[in-house]
């Protein structure tokens, strides 16, 4: 969440205005950072797809915010159960900002045969942190094993419930303990899912990339549905990683470059984005040592997608809240694809920029589509 995205959300909510430490004098627009853009092409798969449009865009930055912490908070223990743990930084982690869009998972599951070690999600697993080097501050999503059998787990879900087909892009790197797993990854069900995987139990230079079901009816391996490239840049350093989930074929990209494609179980499924980072002992995240932990962090996230139905995603009703408390909701006629814009090879990531129509050679026309448009709301603040 920038200055930009939290400030120009709290302007439009004025009554938690006050409550923030978040504010900002910017007053770019949150979501697509470049109001002109009706629509947005990335390069992907083979030449005979490429390009590709999306008619949403949204940057999440947790770069150069307040509050971050310059060490981990303390690990959980035995003494507190994970799902009723707080949030370390409600001002950030509370705001109407942040559950506009993301939620903190809190669920738990039990250990069976196969995942020995019970894991439970907690608030207390995400959180602010502060890279000194970088001069930055990131999302930190956490795992650790208790002196218990037991593992805490951090993940977050997107809100944005009705994606379909997407380019979803993060800048993090992962660090810690072996035994763990830090997930990036569309999901609908167990056999709707596209990961980025990084395993800590791997070398520094793999990662995984999946579409799920891995694992057959019969209890194998599917062969088919894994990748695991090697040779690529550590990811205990800052990396882009990307997944481009289209209608038959998935893509992943490592710093612009495409490492791996799938078309064996690509979505078809409304899903949404799950960033996480666990561990169950099971044998795809092996099990963690007592006291040992592992973190996800991400600098910024990055989603161009195209909806199943109405953009809002699935929580009418609390967007029918929000426009009786006059949040001012509008619903807007979509343009179609008529000012096309790319998002990579920009000045500044997370700003699209207005692509010449003429130079694309083409013309994209979509109809009429009758969106809900918040980004219209907040371009006509
Ligand atoms: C996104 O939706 C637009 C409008 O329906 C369509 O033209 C475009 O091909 C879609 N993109 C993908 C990747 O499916
Ligand atoms: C468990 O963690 C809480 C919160 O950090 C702390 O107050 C408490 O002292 C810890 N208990 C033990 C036994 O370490
Ligand atoms: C995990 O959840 C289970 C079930 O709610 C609970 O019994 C257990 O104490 C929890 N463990 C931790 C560390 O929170
Ligand atoms: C997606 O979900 C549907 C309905 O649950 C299922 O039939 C299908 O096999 C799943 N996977 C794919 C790739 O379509």
Known sequence: ?????????????????????????????PKDNNADCSCYVVESGDSAQSPQYFQYYRFYDFRGLDGALDTAPPLLNDTQ???????????????????????????????????????????????????????TSYLALRTSRLDTAQQTAGEIENLQKNLMHASLRMYGRVRGSKGAVAGFFTFYDDDNESDIEILTADPKDQIRYTNQPAVGDDGNEVAAASVGPTDLARWDEWQTHRIDWLP?????????????????SVPRKPSFLVLNMWSDGGEWSGEMEVGDSAEFHVQWIE??????????????????????????????????????????????????????????????????????GLVSLVVGY
Request: hydrophobic share 35%.
């Open 1 to 29: 969440m920038s200055y930009q995205h939290i400030g120009a959300l709290l302007l439009l909510l004025p009554s938690t205005l006050a409550a923030s430490a978040y504010t900002s004098t910017q007053s770019q627009t």
């Open 81 to 135: 159960t994970a799902s009723e743990e707080p949030t370390w930084q409600p001002k950030l982690f509370n705001s109407e900002a942040w559950n506009h869009d993301w939620n903190i998972q809190n669920w738990g599951k039990p250990s069976t045969d196969e995942f020995p070690v019970p894991m439970n999600n907690s608030l207390a697993n995400i959180y602010l942190g502060n890279d000194k080097d970088a001069d």
């Open 248 to 264: 038959k074929n998935s893509y992943w990209f490592l710093n612009g470059e495409q490492v791996a494609a799938n078309t064996y």
């Open 303 to 372: 989603m161009a997608f195209n909806t199943s139905g109405p953009y809002v995603g699935l929580d009418y009703e609390e967007e029918e809240k929000r426009k009786r408390r006059g949040a001012g909701l509008v619903e807007r006629e979509e343009e179609g694809c008529k000012t096309v814009c790319k998002i990579d090879g920009v000045k500044t990531v997370g700003t699209p920029e207005v692509l010449d129509s003429a130079a694309v050679g083409m013309r994209v026309s979509w109809g009429l589509v009758v969106v809900v």
